[in-house]
């Protein structure tokens, strides 16, 4: 008997999710999440999306052309933390939006989130998987 496919992982990425001006393209989210739930029905197999955009869902939600740290306490890259500050604005939103399409196929919806950390340790990489 030929090894059969029991999981398939999928990676999207900003770029994917977004149209030439940087917008959140909900149409794309739309039709993966339909693929999604076709090949879990048809093919009866484990998927797992990984995927990015929050940040470009922050900054639609909070933009921060002007964002300035106001405290001399924070002694981090300035860049790295308006990414930060925009992906935790955009990530509920992200999550809201995969939910609400999944639900549309009775599929539930979670999220973990995940460092370059985690899978250098072994026991968190574990956790995860």
């Given at each position: 008997?030929?090894?059969?496919?029991?999981?398939?992982?999928?990676?999207?990425?900003?770029?994917?999710?977004?149209?030439?001006?940087?917008?959140?393209?909900e149409?794309?989210?739309?039709?993966?999440?339909?693929?999604?739930?076709?090949i879990?029905?048809?093919?009866?197999?484990?998927?797992?999306?990984?995927?990015?955009?929050?940040?470009?869902?922050?900054?639609?939600?909070?933009?921060?052309?002007?964002?300035?740290?106001?405290?001399?306490?924070?002694?981090?890259?300035?860049?790295?933390?308006?990414?930060?500050?925009?992906?935790?604005?955009?990530?509920?939103?992200?999550?809201?939006?995969?939910?609400?399409?999944?639900?549309?196929?009775?599929?539930?919806?979670?999220?973990?989130?995940?460092?370059?950390?985690?899978?250098?340790d072994?026991?968190?990489?574990?956790?995860?998987?």
């Amino acid at each position: 008997m030929p090894n059969q496919i029991q999981r398939i992982v999928i990676k999207i990425g900003s770029k994917i999710l977004t149209d030439a001006d940087g917008h959140f393209n909900e149409a794309v989210v739309e039709r993966l999440v339909k693929d999604i739930a076709y090949i879990k029905e048809k093919e009866n197999v484990e998927v797992v999306l990984v995927s990015s955009g929050a940040v470009a869902l922050g900054r639609e939600v909070k933009p921060l052309e002007k964002f300035e740290v106001e405290t001399s306490a924070i002694k981090y890259n300035k860049a790295i933390l308006k990414e930060q500050i925009l992906a935790a604005v955009g990530q509920p939103r992200l999550m809201a939006f995969y939910c609400g399409e999944f639900k549309k196929y009775k599929l539930d919806c979670a999220q973990i989130l995940a460092t370059r950390a985690v899978f250098a340790d072994r026991q968190a990489y574990l956790s995860i998987r």
